[in-house]
T-cell receptor, first 113, second 112 residues
Framework: SQTIHQWPATLVQPVGSPLSLECTVEGTSNPNLYWYRQAAGRGLQLLFYSVGIGQISSEVPQNLSASRPQDRQFILSSKKLLLSDSGFYLC????????????FGQGTRLTVV | GQNIDQPTEMTATEGAIVQINCTYQTSGFNGLFWYQQHAGEAPTFLSYNVLDGLEEKGRFSSFLSRSKGYSYLLLKELQMKDSASYLCAVRVKNTGFQKLVFGTGTRLLVSP
């Protein structure tokens, strides 16, 4: 069976510090991978998605970047965090087939102070 | 662009029926999903529609009309544990890539 791991679960970082959130998927190959952000009481905003190694599409201009160094690994990064980067970050994956739902990791609660 | 609209908040009573609507305007429509999200947790999958009509799954049903860009989630025999946010998401396919775009979610409060 497939599983998705995302860490850390919570993170408190000072403004201006770097960020690295990691997500890995097990039990499948060539998944579509996604990073979403959810501000408090808001919906999910798609930040990045990837259909293969090294293939990253950015949805909104921002202070973040994403990389996919391996087939089942997706990393969200920032060189210098801003206060506005605080939020709930969710990694998700789905097979590249019609009719398949996305499966989410447990999420990372990031607070920039 | 992609636009997905849902009511922000709804309230209902335990044992009642509630319908949560979702309207969308997207290009490359390739299916609509409903997710449930409890506060502080990741969303969990509830239902999927790609053809017009009603899909039933126990106490939950979801309806889709592609010509109207409209879907609803119907929750029957409401329980207190159904208090959560319900997210409508559209799968869009453009230039060979598929991605899930979410609405802002509807917060449902079930009272005794």
């Amino acid at each position: 069976s497939q599983t998705i791991h995302q860490w850390p679960a919570t993170l408190v970082q000072p403004v201006g510090s770097p960020l690295s959130l990691e997500c890995t998927v097990e039990g499948t190959s060539n998944p579509n991978l996604y990073w979403y952000r959810q501000a408090a009481g808001r919906g999910l905003q798609l930040l990045f998605y990837s259909v293969g190694i090294g293939q990253i599409s950015s949805e909104v201009p921002q202070n973040l970047s994403a990389s996919r160094p391996q087939d089942r690994q997706f990393i969200l990064s920032s060189k210098k965090l801003l206060l506005s980067d605080s939020g709930f970050y969710l990694c998700a994956w789905n097979p590249d087939r019609a009719g398949t739902e996305a499966f989410f990791g447990q999420g990372t609660r990031l607070t920039v102070v | 662009g992609q636009n997905i609209d849902q009511p922000t908040e709804m309230t209902a009573t335990e044992g009642a029926i509630v319908q949560i609507n979702c309207t969308y305007q997207t290009s490359g429509f390739n299916g609509l999903f409903w997710y449930q999200q409890h506060a502080g947790e990741a969303p969990t999958f509830l239902s999927y529609n790609v053809l017009d009509g009603l899909e039933e799954k126990g106490r939950f049903s979801s309806f889709l009309s592609r010509s109207k860009g409209y879907s609803y989630l119907l929750l029957k025999e409401l329980q207190m544990k159904d208090s959560a946010s319900y997210l409508c998401a559209v799968r869009v396919k453009n230039t060979g890539f598929q991605k899930l775009v979410f609405g802002t979610g509807t917060r449902l409060l079930v009272s005794p």
